[in-house]
C-alpha cells in the first residue's frame, strides 16, 4: 500500500512540475563610494559559494558593467547584475527578496532593481548549458532580449573595433526602452541586455541595415564566438528602481 501511495504522489509531483514556470531574474546594482566600490568588486568571487547554497536555483551568473552603458572594454565599478534561473516564480521573488545575499547586496547598493521574466525563445549555450526553458513563445507587451557570447581570443580586436558603432546604433534607437551591457570576464564574456516595447520595435531595429546589420554579418561569416546564446524574455514584474528604467519602474505587467 505505501508503495501505491507513493508512487501516485511521485506522478502528482511530476505532473504539477510540468506546470511550474521557471523565472529568470536579472538584479542591477549601482555602487557609490570606494568601499562600497571594493565590496561589490571582491563579491564576484566571494558569492559564488552562496549563491550555490540557495535551493531551487538551476543557473546563476555573477556581471560587471563597462562604462558608457556598459558598450565599452573600460570596466565601471560603480554597477553589478547577478542573473539567475528558479524553478518557480514562487522560489524567485522569496530568495531575491529575503535570502541573505541579496539583502547584502542591498544594503551595500545606492540603487537597486530586479526584472522577473519568462523565456520565449532561446538558441545556444551558455557554460555549455541551456539555462533557459520556453513555456510559450507568445508576448504581448514589453520584450526584453539577451544576447552573450565567448568571444575567440583571436578575434578580440575585431570584436572591439565593432563594439562603438553597435552600442551608439541601440544607444540613437528612440524604440529601446533600457539597455545595458554586462559582462562575466573582462573582454571575453559578453552579454547585451535590452527591454523593448514590443516584438515588432524590436524586429525594425534587428533587420535594419546598418552597422548592426553589418556586425552580425561579420560575426556569423568570421566565426568570431566560441560560444553563443540569443534569448527573448516576457517581463513580468520589475521591482525596486533604476533610472533608466523609467516608466518601467515597479511594474506588474500581465
Known amino acids: 500500500m505505501s508503495f501505491v501511495v507513493h508512487y501516485e504522489q511521485a506522478l502528482l509531483y511530476v505532473a504539477n512540475r510540468r506546470h511550474i514556470i521557471q523565472t529568470v531574474t536579472i538584479s542591477l546594482y549601482r555602487f557609490d563610494g570606494v568601499m562600497r566600490q571594493l565590496w561589490a568588486f571582491a563579491m564576484m568571487g566571494l558569492a559564488r559559494q552562496k549563491l550555490n547554497k540557495l535551493t531551487n536555483l538551476r543557473f546563476w551568473k555573477l556581471l560587471g558593467s563597462g562604462t558608457d552603458q556598459g558598450f565599452t572594454p573600460i570596466p565601471n565599478f560603480g554597477v553589478y547584475a547577478i542573473l539567475c534561473v528558479w524553478d518557480t516564480a514562487e522560489d524567485a521573488l522569496e530568495f531575491t527578496n529575503n535570502s541573505k545575499i541579496f539583502l547584502r547586496y ?27 526553458s520556453v513555456i510559450s513563445k507568445h508576448v504581448d507587451g514589453p520584450i526584453a532580449i539577451l544576447t552573450r557570447a565567448t568571444v575567440r581570443f583571436s578575434k578580440l580586436i575585431n570584436f572591439w573595433r565593432q563594439s562603438p558603432s553597435i552600442s551608439e546604433r541601440i544607444g540613437n534607437n528612440t524604440d529601446v526602452m533600457f539597455k545595458v551591457g554586462l559582462g562575466e570576464v573582462p573582454l571575453r564574456q559578453q552579454l547585451t541586455f535590452s527591454i523593448w516595447p514590443d516584438v515588432n520595435s524590436m524586429k525594425k531595429f534587428a533587420h535594419l541595415n546598418g552597422p548592426h546589420r553589418e556586425a552580425i554579418d561579420k560575426v556569423r561569416s568570421g566565426n568570431w564566438f566560441k560560444e553563443e546564446l540569443y534569448a527573448r524574455f516576457r517581463i513580468k514584474k520589475i521591482e525596486g528602481y533604476w533610472p533608466a528604467f523609467g516608466e518601467l519602474n515597479n511594474q506588474e505587467i500581465e
Open 106 to 132: 542591498k544594503s551595500q547598493s545606492v540603487e537597486y532593481a530586479t526584472i522577473y521574466m519568462e523565456a520565449v525563445s532561446s538558441r545556444g549555450k551558455w557554460s555549455h548549458a541551456e539555462p533557459f
